[in-house]
């Protein structure tokens, strides 16, 4: 668990979801699939029992794809960061309980330039 009782993070444990956030970041800076040994390089002060842990858990969440090749697997991931952005926002929109309240929370939120950037893109301008 991430917290004690009074919801603080113990000297040096990292907050939840950082882990496999690291563990994407180094498979998102691969340049194709790469195996434990090659993520921990990129996620030092990590056992690499810890790192096959993770990689496992996001495979089996569908973030992580994984082959056998030789005797080990290699992993990569399904999505781009903007792809896994993206499945997250929708996750939380589903979660959220009233979805026309969420989403003009969210529109009410954005600067005027993401603003912009929103209406172009709901127009059908894919280049911006």
């Known amino acids: ?40 390089e990129q996620v030092p002060d990590t056992a690499y029992t810890t790192l096959l842990t993770i990689l496992t858990r996001l495979c089996g969440k569908g973030r992580v794809t994984r082959r056998r090749e030789g005797r080990s697997y290699v992993y990569a991931p399904v999505d781009d960061r903007a792809g896994h952005a993206a499945a997250g926002m929708h996750s939380l929109l589903a979660e959220g309980g009233d979805r026309a309240a969420v989403l003009a929370r969210f529109v009410s939120e954005l ?8 209406e172009q893109l709901l127009h059908g301008d894919s280049s911006a």
């Open 1 to 40: 668990m991430a917290g004690g009782k009074d919801g603080r993070r113990a000297p040096g444990r990292r907050a939840r979801g950082e882990l496999e956030g690291a563990v994407l970041a180094a498979l998102w800076a691969a340049d194709g699939p790469v195996t434990a040994a090659v993520v921990q």
């Open 111 to 118: 600067s005027a330039q993401d603003e912009r950037l929103l």
